[in-house]
């Protein structure tokens, strides 16, 4: 059985956990780097998942602890409040394939507009990971635009493409 709610500063170390997997196993859908993960201090990682009406952190969890997460974020200024951005989802590959990053977004849409009013979704995917593309279309988000050479791993440039989910 798989739940979810908003992580808390106590789930600290399972983020970052599954954040380090992440990078390991989806290194050019992720920021930072491994090394940049691993530097960050508790009191920094609580402080980007602990939930504000700025930002929020969905976790799924299953029986082995934390298994999926999604993060929401919004900007304080006026004229940009309307919208919001997904960023960092990620489930853990032994468990793909059952809903649970669908849930997850499902989770941070219904947060962004119920909780913040917002009207709009904002995210960047990897223009190569098409398995993303193919979730993030058939949750409703549509591709407005490409930024060339957003991302450089090595010596290699990766586009990621702009995504946009209008919820009203």
Same mark, same amino acid.
């Given at each position: 059985?798989?739940?979810?709610?908003?992580?808390?500063?106590?789930?600290?170390?399972?983020?970052?956990? /599954?954040? /380090? /997997?992440?990078?390991?196993?989806?290194?050019? &859908?992720?920021?930072?780097? @491994?090394?940049?993960?691993?530097?960050?201090?508790?009191?920094?990682?609580?402080?980007?998942?602990?939930?504000?009406?700025?930002?929020?952190?969905?976790? #799924?969890?299953?029986?082995?602890?934390?298994?999926?997460?999604? !993060?929401?974020?919004?900007?304080?200024?006026?004229?940009?409040? @309307?919208?919001?951005?997904?960023?960092?989802?990620?489930? @853990?590959? &032994?468990?793909? !394939?059952? !809903?649970?990053?669908? #849930? /997850?977004?499902?989770? #941070?849409?219904? @947060?962004?507009?119920?909780?913040?009013? &917002?009207?709009?979704?904002?995210?960047?995917?990897?223009?190569?990971?098409?398995? #993303?593309?193919?979730?993030?279309?058939?949750? !409703?988000?549509?591709?407005?635009?490409?930024?060339?050479?957003?991302?450089?791993?090595? &010596?290699?440039?990766?586009?990621?493409?702009?995504?946009?989910?209008?919820?009203?």
């Amino acid at each position: 059985m798989i739940t979810l709610r908003l992580l808390t500063g106590d789930d600290a170390g399972l983020f970052k956990s /599954l954040r /380090l /997997l992440a990078i390991e196993n989806s290194p050019t &859908s992720i920021w930072p780097t @491994h090394e940049e993960e691993s530097a960050r201090s508790t009191e920094q990682t609580i402080a980007r998942i602990q939930a504000t009406d700025l930002q929020a952190v969905f976790g #799924a969890f299953a029986e082995n602890g934390l298994i999926g997460i999604a !993060g929401v974020r919004r900007e304080p200024l006026v004229q940009v409040r @309307h919208k919001a951005t997904i960023w960092g989802v990620f489930v @853990h590959p &032994s468990y793909r !394939g059952q !809903g649970v990053a669908q #849930a /997850l977004l499902s989770a #941070a849409t219904m @947060h962004a507009s119920n909780e913040w009013g &917002s009207v709009q979704l904002m995210l960047c995917v990897n223009a190569e990971n098409v398995a #993303a593309k193919k979730l993030y279309v058939s949750q !409703g988000f549509e591709r407005f635009g490409v930024e060339p050479r957003a991302l450089q791993i090595n &010596s290699r440039f990766y586009d990621e493409e702009h995504m946009v989910k209008r919820l009203r």
